[in-house]
């Protein structure tokens, strides 16, 4: 199948941004997706982006996506305590198929 | 109902009983997906519903797991004669449809955590 990766974990200070990468082998994506899994929730849907984009940006959230080096990174602005999650990239081909990272651990401090 | 509802929240089970593991989709959904997220791992994707049949299900880990959906809506996961690495989070989601993104966008249920003694 195809792979997505992503680093497993990330610390960040309140009130600074966070980035979280993610890279992908399936050249035929078409959507890529962003889920937040708060503890004991299912997953639920930050973002997306088409594959034809580069950016899109949603409030404090940004999405960059280098289609030709399959790297889709989501910034977070200005994070809070609230932000702290596992945060799962995932990737589309041509069917209705979702293929996920394992998931990047965001712990915000104090 | 409003979100993916799954249940139960949690089940623990001795190694070689069967569980069901339930879930009611968003109303209107004609897709649905289970996967299996075990510890550390991203989901692996299970089996896929259009309607009550269900195209693939090529996910399956074994002859152990089989599944239904009845009434284009609920849908029950089996698991016969569990094992210890069946011990997962098993999540269910669903979407309007499988097509275009707007039709794909899948939600998810909170899972049901399996626990096999």
């Known amino acids: 199948g195809e792979d997505v990766e992503q680093s497993l974990f990330l610390s960040v200070r309140e009130g600074d941004s966070s980035v979280i990468n993610c890279t992908y082998t399936?050249?035929?994506?078409?959507?890529l997706y962003w889920y937040k899994q708060e503890p004991g929730a299912g997953l639920q849907l930050l973002t997306y982006?088409?594959?034809?984009?580069d950016m899109k940006q949603d409030q404090r959230l940004t999405v960059l996506l280098n289609k030709k080096d399959k790297h889709l990174s989501l910034r977070i602005a200005d994070t809070q305590t609230g932000d702290s999650a596992i945060y799962f990239c995932?990737?589309?081909?041509?069917?209705?198929?979702?293929?996920f990272g394992a998931g990047t651990t965001v712990t915000v401090r104090a | 109902g409003a979100g993916v509802s799954q249940s139960p929240s949690n089940k623990v089970t001795e190694k070689g009983k069967d569980v069901e593991l339930r879930c009611d989709p968003i109303?209107?959904?004609?897709?649905l997906y289970w996967y299996r997220q075990s510890l550390g791992q991203g989901l692996e994707f299970l089996i896929y519903?259009?309607?009550?049949?269900?195209?693939?299900k090529s996910g399956l880990p074994s002859d152990r797991f089989s599944a239904e959906r009845t009434g284009g809506s609920v849908s029950t996961l089996t698991i016969q004669r569990t094992q210890q690495e069946d011990s997962a989070v098993y999540l269910c989601?669903?979407?309007?449809?499988?097509?275009?993104?707007?039709?794909?966008?899948?939600?998810f249920g909170a899972g049901t955590r399996l626990s096999v003694l």
């Open positions: 982006i088409f594959s034809n984009m």
């Open positions: 519903f259009q309607g009550n049949s269900a195209p693939d």
């Open positions: 399936d050249s035929s994506s078409t959507y």
């Open positions: 995932a990737e589309r081909g041509n069917d209705y198929k979702l293929s």
């Open positions: 989601a669903s979407s309007l449809g499988a097509g275009t993104i707007a039709k794909n966008i899948q939600y």
């Open positions: 109303s209107g959904h004609t897709a």
